[in-house]
């Protein structure tokens, strides 16, 4: 592994501070806080850089060990929960929940399939649709893999107070609404119903 760039440090270091982000307050306007508020909120967005940084490194591990792509580990995951729940799922509820066409559900249901991943079987009461289900193999592999790591996020929230967890709560939600996609019209322009093309399979 190569030395660490100062320079390439010293930028990473600085990512999530609004100074560094907005000097001439352009995005901001901060004149009513504090230098001291102003620390205290780079800390807290900083910390939320980390987790998403920890989770994009589990995501692309996760990817690598089972050699599938994002689409279909958020396809897999979508089948253990329903299978934990007995739904019964068919290729439109899993289109509608990765939000691609019919025919890339379709493309990416058989690659599933021919990995031995998914078993396809008539609908009890539907007999246009198919359900479609996890293997054992594969829903033992992921649980006991990825699955067993992305479950330590329980414990930190475990370890709040109930009054905690309760700010945490308001507050990812109060975060999650700032940037919802609907509040941005540029983000409509040349949009494709299949997504971003890194969730195809690497």
Same mark, same amino acid.
Request: proline share 4%.
């Given at each position: 592994?190569?030395?660490?760039?100062?320079?390439?440090?010293?930028?990473?270091?600085?990512?999530?501070?609004?100074?560094?982000?907005?000097?001439?307050?352009?995005?901001?306007?901060?004149?009513?806080?504090?230098?001291?508020?102003?620390?205290?909120?780079?800390?807290?967005?900083?910390?939320?850089?980390?987790?998403?940084?920890?989770?994009? *490194? &589990?995501?692309?591990?996760?990817?690598?060990?089972?050699?599938?792509?994002? $689409? @279909?580990? =958020? !396809? %897999?995951?979508?089948? #253990?929960?329903?299978?934990?729940?007995?739904?019964?799922?068919?290729?439109?509820?899993?289109?509608?929940?990765?939000?691609?066409?019919?025919?890339?559900?379709?493309?990416?249901?058989? *690659? &599933?399939?021919?990995?031995?991943?998914?078993?396809?079987?008539?609908?009890? $009461? @539907?007999? =246009? !649709? %198919?359900?479609?289900? #996890?293997?054992?193999?594969?829903?033992?592999?992921?649980?006991?893999?990825?699955?067993?790591?992305?479950?330590?996020?329980?414990?930190?929230?475990?370890?709040?107070?109930?009054?905690? *967890?309760?700010?945490?709560?308001?507050?990812?939600?109060?975060?999650?609404?700032?940037?919802?996609? =609907?509040?941005?019209?540029?983000?409509?322009?040349?949009?494709?119903?299949?997504?971003?093309?890194?969730?195809?399979?690497?």
């Amino acid at each position: 592994m190569s030395a660490a760039d100062p320079d390439a440090t010293s930028v990473s270091s600085s990512l999530y501070n609004v100074d560094s982000n907005d000097p001439e307050s352009a995005l901001i306007d901060r004149s009513q806080l504090s230098t001291e508020e102003i620390a205290e909120i780079g800390e807290v967005m900083s910390a939320l850089g980390r987790l998403r940084d920890a989770e994009q *490194r &589990l995501s692309d591990a996760s990817q690598r060990y089972m050699k599938l792509g994002r $689409s @279909d580990m =958020r !396809a %897999l995951h979508f089948l #253990i929960v329903a299978r934990h729940r007995g739904t019964l799922v068919t290729a439109s509820a899993i289109a509608s929940h990765l939000g691609i066409s019919g025919p890339s559900t379709t493309k990416l249901l058989d *690659r &599933l399939e021919a990995g031995g991943h998914i078993e396809r079987a008539p609908h009890p $009461s @539907d007999r =246009r !649709a %198919l359900v479609i289900s #996890i293997t054992d193999e594969t829903r033992e592999s992921a649980m006991q893999t990825v699955g067993r790591l992305q479950a330590k996020r329980f414990h930190a929230a475990a370890r709040l107070s109930p009054k905690e *967890r309760r700010v945490v709560i308001g507050f990812l939600d109060d975060m999650s609404e700032q940037i919802a996609l =609907r509040h941005a019209a540029w983000t409509h322009e040349g949009q494709h119903s299949d997504g971003p093309a890194s969730d195809a399979r690497p």
